[in-house]
């Protein structure tokens, strides 16, 4: 036990001696190319990012919009979403739903959003939902659905 408490201490410390290395490397190259430096750190330094930069985050802003409506409607999947995450509001799930889908692979999406609606709920929900065959919603099941109808909603909003 102690040993893997040291082996991990010892990685932490790695990681962060790595870290002060890296950052000690780019203020001394700040220092010695001044504005040049940039072109070491970033790949499109003299492009359109700057004026682009308003509309990333009114994309995100329509997408979360989008996800809000979605989640108010009456699409069973949203009712299951809004049931099963009954104590949070539809803009903090709206939220975490969209950083499951920044999530490189769907399978990994899916179980992340099942990791929401899980954590989310209580063990009583959980275990009476299972018992319940009427009233019960399978939560991979759901979570697939709710992947396939965010990638919709996210390719509309783009």
Known sequence: MIKEMSTETQKKLDKFI???????????????????AAYLY???????????????????????????????????????????????????????????????????????IKTVLVESASLEKISCSFDSENDTVDLLDLAEQLVKRLERIFEISQ
């Open 18 to 36: 790595e870290s002060v290395e890296a950052a000690q490397k780019l203020q001394n190259d700040i220092v010695k190319y001044g504005l040049e």
């Open 42 to 112: 970033a790949e499109d330094v003299d492009g359109d990012w700057l004026e682009k930069w308003d509309e990333d985050e009114t994309a995100q802003t329509n997408f979360l919009n989008s996800v809000t409506n979605f989640l108010e409607s009456d699409d069973w999947v949203a009712v299951g979403v809004r049931k099963q995450l009954q104590g949070k509001s539809l803009e903090e799930i709206a939220t975490q739903l969209e950083d499951c889908l920044r999530i490189s692979k769907e399978e990994n999406r899916v179980f992340a």
